[in-house]
């Protein structure tokens, strides 16, 4: 396989008190040292909105800086953080920066990539008039006299000789019309006497079950845009349409770094220890998202080891979990501020997820952060790192999609909130266990719904930013 570089680029909450819903006093949940008094039975901490509330951040845009160091600028300095679609765009942006590879490879080993260039039609489709069905083909009209018996034309023969006015042949499906044939009769709409003549038992219309040559596409048609996903849909077409290899985007690379003293990779949490959840769940979301992944490493809460994996990365995106924050030991913008990064996006209106960051640690190279609460780590990819991955892998921006929304989802008042949902019928419902810390809604989910800051009513057309795979099953949490 040859690698090229191609300039493509420069080119539920149905009020059973989840804790997530903000109460309308000032303070919706009561705060006691580090634990949150939330009110819910089956909800979140409640801790994002509470702190939404008390208002910890101005409209400050990180654009163009280095990163601050915590406490001293940036998202703990009260800056409310990047409007959730404006962050979106500063993602596509990033991802658009720089220049797409792109290769040949066989069939097989494209599946999964995005077309760099149109597929189109070397030769029309089908490549000859061909029979659609078992049956005769017929010239004129009947009856015919049979002129072959045995098995007649089949699929796979050259071309056969011309049917002349009157005369039948066998024919297979799939097999080339002789020139002369006017229509191909179903075996079982026919029957032969004794005397060798074939007679129609229905009536016969002038070209019934051929297939014309090129009625799929004319030699030059383009069959898909480029920005195709390629499905196996797609390589049976390029197989169909004589392709041997395709012309995709090369999956951007991407480096996941763990962090958190606190995590366990197997067995059951116990003494403060707890599962790390994100490091079974980000490399193949990414994967899913058109990344790469080179590797999921553990790097603890080493600072110097954070500092050295970033800088020793060769990866086009760096994704980060945990550690945004201005915990002890979130050593997140500290490292961004020791490598020399910029600082693109710090901190989002958006929740759960609102620590969630974007740097650009070199030209077409760059650091997602993503915050450590699970679900926030979800939202940080979906906001974040989908849309610069989808640019960086050469995907077409499919259209917004909306549905109608069947349950209210109070609203953050000033945030953008994402809510996992189901899809029934033509609406989405929210799901419930939804809370910054749980995975248990998203698990179930078929989307996210993006509520805006005032929330939502039921009827409301709400963006709904779907999960990359088919929907398993009804959720069972509404
Ligand atoms: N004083 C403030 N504290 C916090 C704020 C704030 O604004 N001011 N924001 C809160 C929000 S919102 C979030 S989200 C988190 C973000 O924290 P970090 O990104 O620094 O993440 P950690 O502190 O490392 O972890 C947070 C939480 O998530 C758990 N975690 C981390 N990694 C994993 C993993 N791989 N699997 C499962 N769970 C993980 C970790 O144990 C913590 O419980 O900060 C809030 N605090
Ligand atoms: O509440 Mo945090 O949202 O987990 O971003």
Not at 109 to 121: E, F, M, N, Q, Y
């Amino acid at each position: 396989m040859t690698a090229q570089d191609h300039d493509l680029g420069a080119a539920g909450a149905t009020g059973r008190g989840d804790g997530d819903e903000p109460a309308p006093g000032p303070v919706p949940h009561g705060r006691d040292g580090d634990r949150v008094v939330a009110p819910a039975a089956d909800g979140d901490d409640g801790v994002e909105d509470a702190l939404a509330l008390v208002g910890r951040r101005s409209a400050l845009s990180p654009r163009g800086r280095q990163a601050p160091a915590p406490g001293q600028d940036g998202q703990h300095s009260g800056h409310r953080g990047t409007p959730w679609d404006e962050a979106r765009a500063v993602a596509s942006r990033a991802g658009r920066a720089g220049v797409l590879r792109t290769h040949r490879d066989p069939l097989a080993a494209s599946l999964g990539r995005v077309l760099a260039t149109p597929l189109t039609a070397f030769i029309d489709l089908p490549p000859f008039d061909t029979s659609a069905m078992d049956g005769w083909a017929v010239a004129g009209p009947g009856p015919w006299t049979v002129v072959s018996g045995d098995n007649g034309i089949l699929a796979g023969q050259g071309e056969a000789e011309i049917l002349v006015d009157g005369t039948a042949v066998r024919i297979a499906t799939g097999a080339r019309v002789p020139p002369g044939a006017t229509a191909v009769i179903r075996s079982e709409h026919a029957r032969t006497d004794g005397g060798g003549h074939l007679h129609a038992r229905r009536q016969v219309i002038h070209g019934q079950d051929i297939r014309p040559r090129g009625q799929e596409c004319r030699s030059g048609d383009q069959l898909l845009p480029a920005g195709t996903l390629v499905t196996p849909a797609v390589l049976g077409l390029a197989a169909a349409a004589g392709y041997d290899e395709l012309h995709t985007v090369v999956r951007p690379k991407v480096e996941v770094l763990v962090l958190g003293d606190e995590l366990l990779t197997e067995g059951l949490p116990h003494d403060g220890l707890i599962r790390d959840a994100l490091g079974p769940m980000i490399s193949p979301w990414l994967r899913a998202l058109g990344a790469e992944v080179t590797g999921t490493r553990r790097v603890g809460d080493d600072a110097e080891a954070l500092r050295r994996a970033v800088a020793e990365s060769d990866a086009d995106l760096v994704v980060t979990t945990g550690g945004t924050a201005a915990g002890p030991v979130d050593h997140v913008h500290p490292m961004l501020r020791k490598v020399g990064a910029e600082l693109l996006v710090d901190g989002v209106a958006v929740r759960p997820g609102h620590p969630m960051l974007l740097a650009r640690l070199a030209p077409g190279r760059h650091l997602v952060g993503l915050p450590g609460n699970p679900l926030a780590a979800v939202s940080g990819l979906l906001t974040l790192a989908e849309p610069l991955l989808r640019l960086r892998s050469g995907q077409a921006t499919p259209a917004p999609y909306r549905a109608s929304l069947r349950d209210e989802v109070h609203g953050h008042p000033q945030d953008t909130r994402l809510v996992p949902v189901v899809h029934r019928g033509d609406a989405v419902v929210p799901l419930h266990y939804r809370g910054p810390a749980m995975l248990r809604g998203i698990a179930a989910a078929h989307g996210l719904a993006v509520v805006p800051p005032g929330g939502g009513r039921p009827g409301d057309e709400l963006e709904v930013l779907d999960l990359p795979w088919p929907p398993s099953s009804e959720g069972c949490f509404t």
